[in-house]
């Protein structure tokens, strides 16, 4: 087991003493291996496959050059996790690891590609094979999540696996238009999305905030419109390549009719309203919008759209579509002309005619259209693919219409909501669930959504990982792979997995307390991120006012949306509440509580020293408290004593307080603490 300190918390106890139950066994025995997502057929053995420097991978079968550089990257991250050094050119004739790909992948990676794959390893050979290189790169990832430390050294577990994902379409949005993220930060989330096996990559190229992608027709697009942020075409080819060795497609999106108020900066020609205008830096929906009602409209989308169909190769192309509010179109005289001469009758029709004539244009230049759910019209054609954000109402209504459709509500991730919540979406669950078998073939799977309004290159990562494992893990696993304990101890160890991979989720937060404290020893300020997160929703919003210029370097911005101590922490407060705690895990909760205690009087002595720590003075003392109350609880029900009345309410007050923001933090050990207190009130 691989482990992680937080201050003086070791996280890796929470792994011992029964605390988590192993996840259910799918097909035979999957619930004692350490991946995700969870395979489909798995058949264990006895023993191991040791690894040393020894170790040869042949390539046999079809020369795919797909499948000899996912070999390179595979012994490479083989040799990070292990320190071993790997040849890669070994002698092939004396290979223990053999790859047989039955035949070639399409030139242009296609929705509905054969992605399974055979993976059998006995105790002195590993077999991997596939129909093409895509099943021969989920399977090397497999094996990598297998690799694990033993008395003999590091080894696999023998085993034989068939797999194959549930769903064609498993995949991440990372839009750049609010805060650019550069290739660097691009690339390595591809890594991650390849480790767990997502295989979409929507690329959410414009908003309000910016246009970010060099267009050699309308050049005023990058020098006016991207305030100086943009990918080069060639950086956009170098992702593409970067993205299709790894399995993955790029699926672009240009946002319109609305959220293009950074297009007018540039081509004020194109708005419904004279201006003027200039680059976004607020969050939120804007009143700009394209003018339908011109023909040099659709002359400019035709070429613009021409220009960016033929840089990327994918045969998909969001249009966007969502959140046009319509006052722009309102407010002109000619275009309200228009529409009674064409008897629209409100905002809605209008926008249907707008995306009618886009998705012509976009079918025109050889490309199926996506939009999200606004887009989706009683005429709407049956090629348009629907991404569903607005709930699974929407989702079953595409389907039944009779379009494609892709599910992002539930999948927020930008939200900061629990990997649990994530995880108990389905793109076939709630009105997917009463859709017919043919309706149900056209739901393509899903998407988890990273809306960058409070991402920066330096915490995105944490904002992504490792929650997106586990909708990998819905998108790929059956649809029965629930046990919610299972997801998350399998989740802890995938995430120090995707340490190999360049991620920085894990070690961006010690980075960003470091900068906030000017020094090298931070374990006090560690302590107290263990038990604090961003506010859920759009609570953050309400609590301060951002731009695109605010700096994003507080503690709301370092800790990750979901804190896997104070997490651990509340699965141990229920098991004592419920009186199934064993004694390894009361002291487990004991030992906690006087950490979060105690750090108090250390910490206070320092936030004064820089303004980015001084606004947790509040957050620590209160912190304080609460773990105060929750040793009082502990002692309570451990000694069968039941508090007085005024001292539990004058608690509970403490905790109530506790739980609403401070810093924009939220407190995650208030209510754990809060319900050992009303145990200790029932015995």
């Known amino acids: 087991m691989m482990m992680r300190r937080f201050g003086s918390v070791l996280l890796s106890t929470f792994f011992c003493a029964g605390l988590v139950a192993s996840g259910p066994a799918v097909g035979q025995a999957q619930g004692s291996l350490d991946l995700m997502p969870l395979p489909a057929h798995v058949a264990q053995g006895e023993g191991q496959f040791l690894i040393d420097g020894s170790l040869a991978v042949a390539v046999e079968g079809y020369p795919d050059p797909r499948v000899v550089e996912g070999r390179r990257r595979f012994l490479e991250r083989l040799g990070s ?18 790859i047989h790909t039955a035949g070639p992948s399409e030139a242009v990676q296609q929705l509905g590609e054969d992605e399974s794959y055979h993976l059998a390893i006995s105790a002195t050979q590993v077999e991997l094979s596939a129909t093409n290189s895509l099943g021969i790169l989920h399977g090397l990832q ?3 999540q297998l690799v694990r430390i033993t008395p003999q050294g590091f080894g696999v577990p023998v085993v034989t696996i068939d797999d194959q994902p549930r769903f064609p379409w498993r995949g991440l949005m990372i839009d750049v238009g609010r805060h650019f993220q550069p290739l660097a930060v691009i690339e390595r989330n591809l890594d991650g999305m390849e480790a767990v096996k997502l295989n979409v990559f929507h690329w959410h190229l414009s908003d309000d905030q910016g246009f970010r992608v060099e267009s050699r027709q309308f050049p005023l697009l990058q020098e006016k419109a991207s305030g100086g942020r943009y990918y080069t075409q060639e950086q956009i080819h170098e992702v593409i390549d970067y993205a299709r060795a790894r399995g993955i497609r790029v699926v672009p999106e240009f946002d319109m009719p609305c959220h293009t108020t950074a297009w007018f900066a540039a081509y004020p020609q194109f708005a419904s309203a004279p201006g003027p205008f200039k680059i976004e830096t607020k969050w939120g929906v804007f009143d700009p919008a394209l003018d339908p009602t011109r023909e040099a409209t ?16 994918d045969a998909y192309f969001h249009i966007g579509g969502d959140e046009c509010d319509g006052k722009e179109w309102d407010a002109n005289p000619r275009i309200k002309a228009f529409m009674r001469e064409h008897g629209m009758k409100d905002d809605a029709a209008l926008q249907s005619y707008f995306t009618g004539c886009v998705q012509k244009l976009v079918v025109g230049h050889h490309k199926i259209p996506e939009g999200w759910d606004e887009v989706l019209q009683p005429d709407t054609p049956k090629n ?3 991404q569903s954000w607005r709930g699974p109402k929407g989702l079953a209504t595409a389907a039944r219409q009779g379009n494609q459709v892709v599910l992002s509500n539930g999948y927020y991730i930008d939200l900061n909501k629990p990997a649990s919540e994530h995880y108990l979406v389905d793109p076939l669950g709630g009105d997917g669930a009463n859709l017919t078998a043919e309706q149900k073939a056209r739901v393509l799977g899903g998407e988890a959504t990273m809306w960058s309004e409070f991402v920066t290159p330096d915490n995105i990562d944490s904002r992504i990982w490792p929650r997106t494992a586990a909708i990998a893990e819905r998108f790929w696993s059956a649809q029965d792979v629930r046990d919610v304990d299972s997801m998350y101890r399998r989740m802890a160890i995938v995430s120090l997995k995707l340490e190999n991979y360049r991620l920085q989720h894990n070690s961006s937060t010690r980075m960003m307390l470091e900068r906030m404290s000017g020094k090298a020893d931070v374990k006090e300020l560690e302590v107290l991120a263990s038990a604090v997160q961003p506010p859920q929703g759009y609570a953050r919003e309400s609590l301060h006012e951002y731009n695109s210029g605010s700096p994003l370097n507080r503690m709301v911005d370092a800790v990750p949306p979901e804190s896997e101590t104070a997490w651990r922490f509340g ?17 487990q909760a004991h030992d906690l509580l006087v950490v979060w205690r105690d750090n108090d009087a250390k910490l206070q002595p320092e936030l004064g020293e820089s303004d980015l720590t001084a606004e947790l003075s509040g957050v620590s003392e209160s912190l ?8 009082q609880a502990l002692d309570d029900l451990r000694n069968h004593r039941v508090p007085g009345a005024d001292a539990r309410e004058k ?10 923001p401070k810093a924009i933090l939220v407190d995650k050990v208030a209510s754990p603490v809060e319900l050992l207190v009303n145990a200790s009130a029932k015995q």
């Open 81 to 98: 996790e292990t320190g071993i050094p790997f040849v890669e050119d070994r002698s092939a004739s004396k290979a223990s690891f053999v």
């Open 142 to 144: 497999t094996f990598l």
């Open 298 to 313: 659709f002359e400019f989308l035709d070429k613009l759209i021409g220009e960016m169909t033929a840089l990327f190769p």
């Open 384 to 386: 348009v693919v629907i």
């Open 571 to 587: 699965q141990l407060a229920s098991l004592i509440a419920a009186g199934k705690a064993s004694p390894e895990q009361w002291k």
């Open 624 to 631: 304080s408290q609460v773990a105060s109350i929750g040793l």
């Open 651 to 660: 608690n509970m007050q403490v905790l109530k307080a506790a739980a609403k």
